[in-house]
């Protein structure tokens, strides 16, 4: 028999968020597996918890991702040039365990490599984690065959980084599990997942996101260093969580997580700093001398120009319009109503700097899926954007068809291209706007409609503001007129017992 301290606790539990209840696209989509739960239901007594079912999931639809690349596996990459992009399947990683020395053995940063890339372009960790797969390669038989096991060597690692990426997601948001969906049926996700090395990184921040909503700082700052380590982008995430942290007067939590990021990176770099300077400088170096790539409105600008800006010029340009998107998200954290949700803030910044820069790889739709999710979790949204993303991913490998088919011409010639790249923009700042207006008008939030401050803020959830500029300091009582229940934020909310369902 359940003592009175239990059954209290579980009286005063908030339920969790049944998504088919709340989203309508979800309610929707659950018609596919019999309709929504009935409010009767025995709910929390199944082995199908939701996270694991979001694991599952995942783990599902990264299968089939490979699945979508098997074109290529048996010929594609190996044969012909243009048919790995006719049939979008193609994949950086075994084309690299030739071309960046692995076959061969050279030891990643330390080696020099032969022909016109010196030495291994990526990050430390990120090369750690290509060299640990090469090892477990095995080094018989064709070239072929090498490349073979070493994508599909990849491809069980990067499994394991989608389902830690989901399951960290469902977990970060601890009344709403059922959110980690939208990265587990993510169509860009499965898509892009085995392109390039991206998850692990991926996997690194949105372990580093949980860790923050647990009020663990200093553990998010080492799981943010070694992200950065992997790749760059999640460094930015400490601007706008400095805003947030001022905004609240939470500096020893900030500093905390400032300072075990820096040493994580440091543990991580330093080594290979100082015995390997010129290969572990690569990485920053090709990043500022590489010209206007794929996927940017740079490139649109430039293939309709007579006079194409310089290398220099778009670096410089570049960095100023991110840092004005950086002032501009620092002085919406710091105006809005109420206190932006770090996954807000974290996707917009991140959004920013997709958008600003000079190259957008396919994969690089990874970085937002996760953010996507904790700061805007309505499938409506997200599958809009995601469809943009669809067709920018079917957009590149048709261009990509179209340059190396030679008189053939198979594929997208330059102009259609080119709406492909706008789809994409347009996409971005679709989903980008609607978070800024929910931050703006934060009753418009369905993460907060319950009455829930920052689920994902830790320290920052339910902290009063210390600091504040504008209109922030007289807030009116609703920023917007919304049909709505109204809530007192930060409360538990009202719904019964009785309303649940899914």
Known sequence: MPSAESTHARVHEPDPVRPTKEDEVAAAGSELIGGPVGRRALLGTSWWTPVRVVALVAIGLFALGLVQKAPCYNGAWFFGASSQYTKACYSDIPHLYQGRGFA??????????????????????????MEVAAWLTPGSGSIQHQEQWYWMV???????????????????????????LLVALAPAFALTATINWDLLAVALTAAAMLMWSRGRSLAFGVLLGLATAAKLYPAFLLGPLLVLCWRAGKWREYGKALGGAMVAWLVVNLPVMLFAFEGWSKFYRFSHDRGVDFGSFWLIMAQNSSNPLSTDTVNTLATLLMLLCCGGIAALGLTAPRRPRFAQLAFLI????????????????????????????????????????????????MYLAYTTSGEAHK??????????????????????????????????????????DDPSGGVLDGAEDVFVLGAAAHPPRHAAHFDGPQVEWGSPGTSSPGDSSL
Not at 104 to 129: I, N, R, W
Not at 169 to 180: I, K, L, Y
Not at 356 to 370: A, C, D, E, F, H
Not at 421 to 436: D, E, K, Q, R
Request: with cysteine; net charge neutral; proline share 6%.
């Open 154 to 180: 990849n491809a069980g690692l990067l499994m394991v980084c989608a389902a830690v990426t989901a399951v960290c997601v469902a977990r970060t948001h601890a009344r709403r599990p059922w959110d980690g």
């Open 411 to 452: 594929g997208l010639p330059t102009d259609g291209y080119h709406w492909a790249i706008g789809m994409h923009l347009l996409g971005t700042l679709y989903l980008s706007a609607v978070v800024v207006r929910d931050i703006l008008m934060p009753e418009r939030d369905v993460v907060r409609r319950a009455g829930d």
């Open 104 to 129: 061969d053995g050279l030891v990643p940063y330390f080696d020099k490599l032969p022909g016109d890339m010196d030495y291994l372009e990526y990050p430390v960790l990120t090369g750690v984690f």
């Open 350 to 397: 991140i959004a920013a700097f997709i958008v600003t820069n000079k190259v957008y790889s396919p994969q690089y739709v990874l970085w937002l899926v996760p953010l996507a999710a904790l700061a805007r979790p309505k499938w409506r949204d997200f599958l809009i954007w995601q469809a943009c993303e669809v067709a920018y991913f079917l957009g590149i490998w």
